[in-house]
């Protein structure tokens, strides 16, 4: 072999020992010193569960005005929280700091109808560590009674008004009507039923609820979640309102706007921005009292048409507590009854002449009502 085939061969050694040194040792190095970053950055340790609520259970029932303890204890035996803080419906209640770990909730935190949320948050070395939340349910601290009625007067009312909303003001009846390409906001005679004044809702538009409050008429819809404001005494349109929920009934309480949405809960909306500043939820000594409808402010109370039944709901505006039933069956006779005749739905309260006013959608009359209790 000549000399240039020896340094050819010399070549190729060559050049394949520098690819197994790269392949292998630098690959291998850099394996090294990646496992070496890794295992030299600081991973945060998991929270620990330093707590368990041993009681009340979760959804767990009270009264209003009732006072019940809060029991935790530690997760484990050999590590201590340094601090427990204790929330209920959304305030703070306790700090707790040793054992026992322990603290009541007040009668002055239980004085709304609802679900609340008993929160417990642990702390260790100035880290939130974990947290335990459980639901509490308050109901009334009374058995509503249930009361009858006595029919005073009856007028007449238009059979093709599917009635959603109802209020009597300076002797007039207001009225919103319902229904896809049937909607309307009218102004009625009491006496004789006519129609005096009505603007059409867009077809598109399901109408609901109404109240009145400045001399502006407010008018909700189902589930566009737009409504209106009209000048009471042309129905012109000033304004619109939006909120997120379904709009059923409203009423008005003072300088704010009450709305059901069918469930249990009523908000309390200032009237400008329409943005709820306050809510309620509504129960009786047993169970939520859901599809709450149309809605009137009767006397300290509001009174809600349930919807599909033939109750009224009188409710304190305070606690969401249901104060007492009306029983209405029977008051539209069976045979001013057609195969459309749909549900009670309507109330109006004449607060100069202490009269209460009910009706329903699809009803040929409209009823003056007297409470027997």
């Known amino acids: 072999m000549n000399n240039s085939g020896i340094r050819y061969i010399i070549t190729i050694v060559g050049l394949l020992f520098i690819c197994w040194t790269v392949s292998c040792s630098g690959g291998s190095g850099n394996r090294v010193t990646t496992a070496a970053k890794t295992s030299d950055r600081e991973i945060p340790a998991p929270p620990e569960q330093l707590i368990k609520m041993v009681s009340p259970d979760n959804n767990a029932g009270f009264k209003l005005y009732d006072h019940f303890k809060v029991v935790l204890a530690r997760e484990k035996s050999n590590i201590s929280p340094d601090s427990v803080t204790v ?32 929160k417990a ?3 260790r070395r100035g880290k939130q560590q974990n947290t335990i939340t459980r639901i509490m349910i308050i109901y009334s601290d009374i058995v509503p009674p249930i009361y009858g009625y006595r029919v005073v007067h009856t007028y007449p009312h238009d059979r093709d008004a599917f009635t959603q909303g109802l209020v009597y003001n300076d002797g007039f009846l207001y009225e919103g009507t319902g229904q896809e390409s049937g909607s309307s906001l009218r102004k009625v005679d009491l006496t004789t039923g006519k129609v005096l004044m009505q603007h059409n809702l867009d077809a598109s538009l399901f109408g609901e609820g109404i109240t009145i409050l400045d001399d502006k008429i407010y008018e ?7 409504g209106f404001v009209y000048r009471k005494s042309d129905f012109d349109l000033i304004n619109k309102i939006y909120y997120g929920t379904e709009g059923w009934g409203l009423t008005t309480i003072g300088n704010r706007i009450v709305m059901s949405d069918g469930s249990n809960v009523l908000y309390f909306y200032e009237p400008e921005m329409f943005t709820v500043v306050s809510r309620i939820e509504v129960y009786d000594n047993r169970h939520k009292v859901d599809s709450l409808n149309e809605l009137e402010y009767i006397n300290g109370e509001i009174w809600a048409n349930i919807w599909m039944s033939d109750m009224i709901a009188r409710i304190d505006p305070v606690t969401g507590k249901v104060i007492a039933y009306v029983d209405m069956k029977g008051i539209l006779p069976r045979a001013d009854r057609l195969p459309d005749t749909d549900v009670l739905n309507g109330i109006a309260y004449d607060s100069k002449g202490k009269r209460i006013f009910v009706t329903g959608k699809k009803w040929p009359k409209l009823f003056e009502i007297k409470v027997i209790e």
């Open 121 to 123: 948050v642990a702390y």
């Open 87 to 118: 929330y209920f419906d959304g305030r703070q209640v306790a700090v707790l700091r040793s054992a026992p770990w322990e603290c009541t909730i007040t009668d002055s935190m239980t004085v709304k109808t609802g679900r609340k949320a008993l």
């Open 220 to 226: 909700v819809t189902w589930q566009n979640k737009v």
